[in-house]
DNA sequence: GTAAACATGTAACAAGTTACATGATTGC
DNA sequence: GCAATCATGTAACTTGTTACATGTTTAC
């Protein structure tokens, strides 16, 4: 208990470390865009989980100088580290505890005014589309670009799959909130 | 900012105090069973919170004697409370941060060992079956003895709604999971 | 006798968010 | 001149989890 790299940001830094040597700031990059669809965390959680990464004896760094900006500090993943994610990700997945704000709405929808229900959820609804359709945009060019998901190596399976459970995700709840808003219509 | 009944949970609990007055553990208990599979709570987290709804003139509280057991504290929802959830309610709800481990674990597989990767995801593709056939179970209860979803009342509709998104979300995340482990499997 | 349910709390800790803090360079 | 990007941190606060703490009654 209370190893470095005990937490699952920490574990999601380590992954994203078994790849490439990063700065920090370059973690907190990838944390926005691909990871923080499934995993978000801002600079001011990474740069203190990296040092502890560090402390644990999981991640190296190097200062780099470099011409006018101020020095970057890569960090690079150690023998420990690179074992550590390894065992970690075969690991049985927590299921996430479940807390979903738009839920607890529709289950206590009885107490608001229905017109202002209907259109909160057909709001939320077009939100969770706009998001489903950049996850098919991602997927088609995906399948341009790297052929037969069947053909695909471990690496491009792993963001392929990740990428699966978003568009799921975003298709189910978007039809979920169509269906609560014309509910609450009346239709 | 800082009001009381800011806060998810504040507002949850005060979402049941509206329908009928409940002890903490009575809260406890509804935030386990039908609240809990949308926003968990613990009693350690409940019994502050209703405290500090209390002090916002949210609610109040009466003990209430009972023979042999402790004293019940009976929490009752005020004129300002039941105003405050009424509005939040049909406030754009915020879109959950999205953590969820299983994703994390799926983009980083090619770290892990492919056999041991594949009866991760088979086993927790089972976990969310089993959770799946529950609500399921639930939804014929409810069509049995409440007839017609488009008959139901707000109340009663309001809990559907919930149960609804349960059965999407657990039906979309096991198909994903078989997907997984299917591929990773190598079909 | 013993475990579960009833009943209510506090303490210590971990995780996550928002704001504070600084400073250079590059593109408009 | 001004905003965005690069680059790294800390502080204050809120949320959530796990463990500690206590005591009765009821059903097996």
Chains 1, 2 share one sequence.
Not at 125 to 145: A, F, I, N, P, V
């Amino acid at each position: 208990m209370g190893r470095a790299g005990d937490s699952v940001l920490g574990f999601a830094i380590l992954g994203l470390l078994a790849e490439a040597s990063l700065s920090g700031y370059d973690v907190k990059l990838r944390m926005a865009e691909p990871v923080g669809f499934f995993w978000r965390a801002s600079h001011s959680q990474i740069y203190p989980e990296l040092a502890k990464l560090e402390a644990g004896g999981m991640v190296v760094h190097k200062a780099v100088p470099q011409s006018g900006k101020p020095d970057k500090k890569v960090y690079e993943i150690t023998a420990d580290g690179l074992l550590a994610v390894r065992e970690w990700v075969s690991l049985p997945a927590r299921l996430g505890p479940t807390r979903d704000e738009a839920t607890l709405k529709a289950y206590l929808s009885w107490l608001g005014e229905r017109g202002e229900m209907a259109e909160m959820f057909r709001e939320l609804g077009r939100k969770h589309e706009g998001q489903l359709e950049k996850y098919e945009e991602t997927e088609r060019w995906m399948l341009r670009e790297w052929g037969e998901p069947e053909e695909f190596g471990a690496r491009r399976f792993a963001n392929y799959a990740a990428l699966r459970r978003g568009i799921g995700f975003e298709r189910e709840y978007a039809e979920w909130c169509r269906w609560v808003a014309e509910k609450l219509e009346g239709r």
